[in-house]
T-cell receptor, first 112, second 116 residues
Framework: EADIYQTPRYLVIGTGKKITLECSQT?????MYWYQQDPGMELHLIHY???????EKGDLSSESTVSRIRTEHFPLTLESARPSHTSQYLC???????????FGNGTRLTVT | GDSVTQMEGPVTLSEEAFLTINCTYT??????LFWYVQYPGEGLQLLLK?????DKGSNKGFEATYRKETTSFHLEKGSVQVSDSAVYFC???????????????FGKGTLLTVNP
């Protein structure tokens, strides 16, 4: 089983709040990713990192930001949440480019 | 560009029925192909993979064969169970032009519901 953890599992917050979604992995993987999953199930890559101090934007433009100060930790932050940010956010990691992804169980965010 | 097209759902079957979920792809170069599964309330898990033409991936009774001539990677299972109810994603992995990194492209997912 992959050891990648996301917290919280569920989050309901009001508009304008700042939030951070946590993602940690204990496998020593260099590559980490954030996907946004819409209610229709489709996955959109919003951020990725190939190692410490490396972050890139993904295919879908997102108002969120990420940081990668430690190999095992890849948090995602929304400075001011809006209802349009309501979605499921999935974190993933891989050992190297081209290897399969290991996913966390996701954070389901609802912004009211 | 590279893309994956998979069968739209939802798919509803009775237990022990035969399952096929179609997946076709468009890619330049030589992709690897994957099926991921997402059970309710969980993240995605790798179900099976194939890295070159004519490879067959298999796991938990599921199979898929990498068909280069038809650019397909259809998922099949001979006898589904209620516990197979999940969302299934076909995915394509292809290196970038420099070969140093890879891009993973997912299909839109197919929801499978198996009734007892």
């Amino acid at each position: 089983e992959a050891d990648i953890y996301q917290t919280p599992r569920y989050l309901v917050i009001g508009t304008g709040k700042k939030i951070t979604l946590e993602c940690s992995q204990t496998m020593g993987h260099d590559k980490m990713y954030w996907y946004q999953q819409d209610p229709g199930m489709e996955l959109h890559l919003i951020h990725y990192s190939y190692g410490v101090n490396s972050t890139e934007k993904g295919d879908l433009s997102s108002e969120s930001t990420v940081s990668r100060i430690r190999t095992e930790h890849f948090p995602l932050t929304l400075e001011s949440a809006r209802p349009s940010h309501t979605s499921q956010y999935l974190c993933a990691s891989s050992a190297y480019s081209g290897s399969p992804l290991h996913f966390g169980n996701g954070t389901r965010l609802t912004v009211t | 560009g590279d893309s994956v097209t998979q069968m739209e759902g939802p798919v509803t079957l009775s237990e022990e029925a035969f399952l096929t979920i179609n997946c076709t792809y468009t890619a330049t170069g030589y992709p690897s192909l994957f099926w991921y599964v997402q059970y309710p309330g969980e993240g995605l898990q790798l179900l099976l993979k194939a890295t070159k033409a004519d490879d067959k991936g298999s796991n938990k009774g599921f199979e898929a064969t990498y068909r280069k001539e038809t650019t397909s990677f259809h998922l099949e299972k001979g006898s589904v169970q209620v516990s197979d109810s999940a969302v299934y994603f076909c995915a394509l992995l292809i290196p970038n032009s420099g070969g140093s990194n890879y891009k993973l492209t997912f299909g839109k997912g197919t929801l499978l519901t198996v009734n007892p």
